[in-house]
């Protein structure tokens, strides 16, 4: 395990296939996450924030309780969930050989589409969220996985 290949990725054997993880701009990650973050800063905030709010089943002392007991442990495991999300698509538009935008933004609405809009179900299925809730945490997901999408492919 952990055979080096020439070129800049590194290949792992596990029986008679390889996982290959690829070399990946450090600065586009790093851009593609803080843009994700800043989109979920907009949609959770002035666009869509007391919406998502109150379909969360959420008042305004909810609200006030969480800003009060801080709220830094939080956000640093979403930038931390984010930095692992943006990465492993990284992997995917590198093996795909996507380097335009296009290319970026359609693999982040197929990765969005196979991955993202089938686990969000579950909050709807089993959690009892609002069908509302829904479209809103899907929405952002798409505008994000697109936006990173394009931005890795670019700049990756």
């Known amino acids: 395990m952990g055979q080096s290949c020439a070129g800049n990725s590194a290949h792992f ?16 990650i790093l851009l593609a996450t ?11 905030g002035p666009l869509l924030g007391k919406v998502w709010a109150k379909e ?3 008042s305004d002392d909810d609200m006030n ?15 931390a969930g984010t ?4 990465f492993i698509l990284a992997q995917f538009l590198k093996f795909a050989g996507a380097v ?8 982040g ?14 909050s709807v299925l089993w959690e009892g969220k609002s069908w509302r809730l829904y479209r809103i945490n899907a929405g952002y997901q798409l505008v994000t996985m697109v936006v990173v999408g394009a931005i890795i492919a670019m700049w990756g």
């Not at 609405?109 to 579950?122: I, R, Y």
């Open 56 to 58: 969360q089943g959420w």
């Open 34 to 44: 803080v843009a994700s973050i800043a989109i979920g800063f907009i949609w959770y």
């Open 13 to 28: 054997e596990g029986g008679d296939s390889y996982m290959m993880l690829e070399s990946v701009n450090i600065y586009s």
């Open 65 to 79: 309780k969480q800003k009060e007991n801080g709220m830094g442990k939080s956000y640093g495991i979403m930038t």
């Open 109 to 122: 609405f197929w990765a969005w589409l196979g991955f993202t809009v089938p686990l969000l179900l579950n």
């Open 100 to 107: 335009t935008l296009w290319d970026g933004a359609t693999i």
């Open 83 to 86: 930095l692992l999300t943006v």
